[in-house]
């Protein structure tokens, strides 16, 4: 199954809409503005993720208790070869605990995120690849999801293409709500702005690159499909880029037309004193 998270909003809210086959199955939020507070206690604020209805699904708790206790040592994966962060209980409608995402520390260079929930344990690996990021997901040994988030954004808007083999249907949802948690932090903004457009390329490497698989889409998924999101990622980078060309000329040109008149003033009043 293919899913596409598109960011609806990210001015005064963060919303999303999770569609699959261009009809919206699930909508989802997260907190906007970030605020420095002792403890996190900030993160406190939940994401959520419901139903097209907008019936409650889950919802984060962020415990701060358990992220003060595993972070009391910054650097205590050192000593201990793990270490968890950011840790996040996910919550029904029931308000009973479903689950966890968090990040693990490992080693050096040995960074994932971890998704429990129910019988899963599941290793979330990342990579960015040129102009796109890649978060592949590992039950076991085997790979049964990727998400692709282009490294572009228009209007400050992120979105995200998830692919998850069919016999794991039953994770969509659990993989989806995971891709809202990780915008929300990894690119969430804490300022007002307007028609920010970005354009990126990046590349990273760690010990954990060995589970990229450049074949696994291809092998898993139909190329007609594939080539379709392909084509549709570039062509909106391509708009972005566009967008960023223009407001840069025009960026330039208004910071050119500041120092012309300043240089007029000074002129002038050069003259006018001599």
Same mark, same amino acid.
């Given at each position: 199954?293919?899913?596409k ?18 009809e ?5 939020g ?16 939940t ?64 960074t994932?995120?971890?998704? #429990? ?9 990342? %990579? +960015?690849?040129? @102009?796109?990021?890649? !978060?592949? &997901? ?26 998850i ?41 760690d ?23 392909? #084509? ?5 980078r391509?708009?972005?880029i %566009? +967008?960023?060309? @223009?407001?840069?000329? !025009?960026? &330039? ?7 012309v ?14």
């Amino acid at each position: 199954m293919i899913i596409k998270v598109e960011q609806t909003k990210a001015n005064s809210k963060n919303k999303f809409v999770i569609l699959e086959n261009s009809e919206i199955k699930f909508l989802a939020g997260t907190p906007w503005l970030n605020i420095d507070t002792p403890l996190d206690v900030d993160k406190k604020r939940t994401c959520v993720i419901t139903d097209k209805n907008e019936k409650p699904i889950f919802y984060t708790d962020y415990s701060v208790t358990e992220n003060v206790a595993n972070n009391l040592i910054p650097i205590k994966w050192v000593f201990t070869k793990s270490q968890k962060s950011k840790i996040y209980n996910i919550i029904d409608q029931n308000k009973q605990i479903k689950g966890k995402i968090y990040k693990l520390i490992n080693g050096v260079l040995d960074t994932k995120q971890v998704i #429990e929930y129910e019988d899963y344990g599941l290793i979330c690996y990342n %990579k +960015s690849i040129g @102009k796109t990021h890649h !978060i592949f &997901i590992y039950n076991d040994d085997k790979q049964i999801a990727e998400i692709i988030k282009p490294l572009h954004r228009h209007d400050n808007l992120d979105y995200y293409y998830i692919f998850i083999l069919d016999e794991y249907k039953d994770l969509e949802i659990i993989i989806s709500f995971y891709t809202i948690l990780y915008d929300y932090l990894s690119y969430s903004d804490s300022e007002f702005v307007g028609n920010k457009d970005e354009v990126e390329v990046s590349y990273t490497w760690d010990k954990n690159n060995k589970y990229y698989n450049k074949d696994w889409l291809p092998s898993n998924f139909p190329s007609k499909e594939l080539t379709k999101i392909y #084509e549709e990622m570039e062509l909106e980078r391509s708009k972005t880029i %566009k +967008s960023v060309k @223009k407001y840069s000329s !025009i960026i &330039i040109f208004l910071v050119v037309l500041a120092w012309v008149i300043a240089l007029i003033i000074f002129l002038i009043a050069y003259f006018l004193n001599k």
